[in-house]
């Protein structure tokens, strides 16, 4: 099964459609970067991206010390 989870951009609507088990997480996700009812610009999603994208810098950091504290052993 599929949820369709939309977002203002620019004047339009986008609606994407995505596995049960992740629309959850992505919608509380969304929820935290996005005005879920009103519009979003373009500039809004540039800082959602690059916050995300921080994000997943910080973890793959953290998962390659850990990677070279096992390899150490």
Known sequence: MSQKIGLNIG???FDVDVDDAFASYLSKQMEKDFNMEGKNDLK????G???KTHELYVQNQK??????KIERK
């Open 63 to 68: 998962i390659e010390e850990i990677l070279r």
């Open 44 to 47: 809004t999603m540039l800082q």
């Open 11 to 13: 004047g339009r609507r």
């Open 49 to 51: 991206y690059v916050r």
